[in-house]
């Protein structure tokens, strides 16, 4: 089934790291993919990762992939009121309908 | 570039009503799709359209229709409104065979009464 979870919610103190969690189902995806969306807005792609990977940084963002077992996770260093915002995880599935399957989202609330 | 466009920004229909959601992006993209977005639920597929010309049903259809009317617009009917169907609906687009990279309108937030 295609499924991806993730927690609600998490709450970090500015200038702390935060590390949102995820986990899939379809071991078949080829890549994995980070989103945020600020209040208001849609979503924005923020990262992704190809399924080979174990890991990616990208300045602040780093993603930890652990296919084994099926867990993604994103890292923001040095976390600023700014990062407030919902952080959705999502798997692409291949085949016939090459659709985006979405998390729930996890509301990041940055406290000063 | 505006983007990815969505009118209206907001709507109230009483149940039965019927609307429909607009949905325009300038970037030539050939995909386009339609999400709604629940509390608790992430954003689910309703339709997509790979290309235009063409439409294909995604994880919640029901109640849906939709049209590609050209490469630009593509809308979203809702022909006979339930409370169910109070959400906020997120259009998006894509280069034909990049669904990694979908670009986001701002969401048309609708209520059900």
């Known amino acids: 089934g295609e499924d991806v979870e993730q927690s609600l919610f998490l709450s970090v103190r500015e200038g702390d790291s935060s590390v949102i969690n995820c986990t899939y189902t379809d071991s078949s995806s080829t890549y994995l993919y980070w989103y945020k969306q600020e209040p208001g807005a849609g979503l924005q792609l923020l990262t992704y990762?190809?399924?080979?990977?174990d890991m990616k940084q990208d300045q602040r963002l780093t993603v930890l992939l652990n296919k084994k077992d099926k867990h993604l996770s994103l890292r923001i260093a040095d976390t600023q009121t700014g990062d407030s915002a919902i952080y959705f995880c999502?798997?692409?599935?291949?085949?016939?309908?090459?659709?985006?399957?979405f998390g729930t989202g996890t509301l990041l609330a940055v406290q000063p | 570039n505006a983007g990815v466009t969505q009118t209206p920004k907001f709507q109230v229909l009483k149940t039965g009503q019927s609307m429909t959601l607009q949905c325009a992006q300038d970037?030539?993209?050939?995909?386009m799709y339609w999400y709604r977005q629940d509390p608790g639920m992430g954003l689910r597929l309703i339709y997509y359209?790979?290309?235009?010309?063409?439409?294909d049903k995604g994880e919640v259809p029901n109640g849906y229709n939709v049209s590609r009317l050209n490469k630009r617009e593509f809308s979203l009917r809702l022909e006979s409104a339930a409370p169910s169907q109070t959400s906020v609906y997120f259009c998006a687009s894509s280069e034909a065979g990049r669904t990694e990279t979908q670009y986001f309108g701002p969401g048309t937030r609708l209520l059900v009464l």
């Open positions: 999502a798997e692409i599935l291949g085949g016939a309908t090459n659709k985006l399957i």
């Open positions: 990762i190809f399924s080979n990977m």
């Open positions: 970037m030539n993209h050939n995909s």
């Open positions: 359209s790979a290309s235009e010309g063409t439409t």
